[in-house]
């Protein structure tokens, strides 16, 4: 069973910054992908930016610029960099990875105030 343990989360202003943390663990295979979903308020769970084990990236549109997604395979550990953070980034941050299936963490906060 893959566990998923996330950090950083918080409350922001406007055009600041915030990096999030994912480990992975309870598990000797590979990780393939790993990445960032966010879900706000009545509104439906949507990606954020994904890594594969080979460095590739996907990012939402709504991102591209201001986030940047990175990993490191040694420590099955996922970063996300949130930077000029605006409200409507304001959600709840989970981490997703797939090891033969998918798996999520419990989820982050993230709050940016204007």
């Known amino acids: 069973q893959v566990q998923l343990v996330e950090s950083g989360g918080g409350s922001v202003q406007a055009g600041g910054s915030l990096r999030l943390s994912c480990a992975a663990s309870g598990t000797r295979f590979k990780i393939n992908s790993m990445g960032w979903y966010r879900q706000a308020p009545g509104k439906q769970r949507e990606l954020v930016a994904k890594i594969t084990s080979g460095g590739s990236t996907n990012y939402a549109d709504s991102v591209k610029g201001r986030f940047t997604i990175s990993r490191d395979n040694a420590k099955n550990t996922v970063y996300l960099q949130m930077n000029s953070l605006k409200p409507e980034d304001t959600a709840v941050y989970y981490c997703?990875?797939?090891?033969?299936?998918?798996?999520w963490g419990q989820g982050t906060q993230v709050t940016v105030s204007s």
């Open positions: 997703y990875a797939y090891v033969l299936s998918g798996y």
